[in-house]
């Protein structure tokens, strides 16, 4: 459960900030639901561009966002790729929705805002006393940077140092604090170590994306329930929403799994992780390049116990495929040889790379399970192809200049060519392996107790039930708060 017990002081002075910096704190019901957003803040919202610091924007941490840079409002089914069998090679349809269209281009922003919207509100955090710090593996730091400055807050991104230049570029533009910890995406233990450090100042609040549930409870409650809505909105007679993938980093977004269990009982769902850092299919270790996930350790807030298949994707195949989808000689390939209209290779630019990593897990469940054209699988595009153009030139420079053969490989080796291989569909057994590797994180090292431990696999109603339930009392609180700073009033 969420700790939502309240803090007076903390509470007030955060009041007191959101009146000075005219900040309207938005509901989970609204992220879900943005036509109940007032009229007042849409007004707002129509002469403001999506990343602009402006506390408006938090009214855009929704999956259903105009597909435009400046000025959008809402939508009613969020922003999708469904991506064909040509490309594909799998008869199933597989839709992606886009994380591209968040402020900061990155779904990560509203995680962020799931584990700090509760503190907040509560007066935990307190804005005059606390640095908000982000320990991540690249995006989930960039929307908690993003979210603290709209609220006023101070913002403390922690990342490893391999991570792309880009983001490191746009931490520092948005005025964060930057950490840079040893390391590639999977050295999340010395995330920890450094996070462990800065607890010992009282001036700095962790908001660590991989133990908060508040992750998980945004994820189930607003991805979850997006994907739903686009399959019941792209869905023809006789379909299936028969699977969906996620690639782990914080697994957050296993959480949007655990919904779309309930709405569609016999869908199977799906972990990711890189055949590099195979910690999930066989307790393995070791460096990988799918910017956007983590590694070596099981986070706290995976329900692992409702996950059926897990699946290792060679970092190599997203590499590969990033130079296809974002240059003029794959993108001349994609055209003339597979037939794929403009329209669609532009949004395939979409696809950042742990995007990249999540349809290719939706290929190989599809391949193993058999799906047909009357089974949609779902994922997610946790961002796009922006914050990686360094990563490309480094292709070009390791690879050489890119050529229409090349292009012609890539597709047929790194997507047509996946098989069934380095996945496991887990038995009850497989799945409390698993869970019992939270162990040696968590319980050794980051200090939780066992029997919170064995509380998350033994009573399922009592923890993921329950977090997943605490939206509605969020969101009274969110309402409190705006109704005591008086700020939505006076818009």
Known sequence: MIDLSINRQGLAHNIK???ENGIVIPTIAQMQ??????????EKLKTLGLWDVDPMNLFRITWKNEAKESGGLFQAVPNYIELPSALTGVPCRIIAMVGKWFPTGCHKVGASFGCLAPRLVTGQFDVDLHKAVWPSTGNYCRGGAFNSRLLGAKGVAILPAEMSKERFDWLHEIGA??????GCESNVKEIFD??????LDPRYMIFNQFE????????YNVTGNALADVFEAVKRPGDRFAGACFTSGSAGTMSAGDRLKELYPRLKLAVGEALQCPTILNNGFGGHRIEGIGDKHIPWIHNVRN??????IDDEDSQRLLRLFNTPEGQAYLKEVLGLDGELIEKLTWLGISGIANVLCCIKMAKYYEFTEHDVVGTVLTDSAVMYGSRIAELNSQHGAYTAQAAELDHNLHMLGLKTDNLIEMTYADRKRVHHLKYYTWVEQQGKDMHELNALWYDTEGTWDAVHA??????ELINAFNEESGVLKSL
């Open 17 to 19: 900030k959101a009146k």
């Open 33 to 42: 639901h943005p036509e109940t957003i007032p009229e007042k803040v849409q």
């Open 177 to 182: 604090e930057v950490i840079a910890t040893p």
């Open 194 to 199: 450094k996070t462990n450090e800065l607890k």
């Open 212 to 219: 908060e549930m508040g992750n998980p409870l945004w994820h």
């Open 307 to 312: 996950s059926d298949m897990a699946i290792a």
């Open 470 to 475: 605490q939206a509605a009392e969020l969101d």
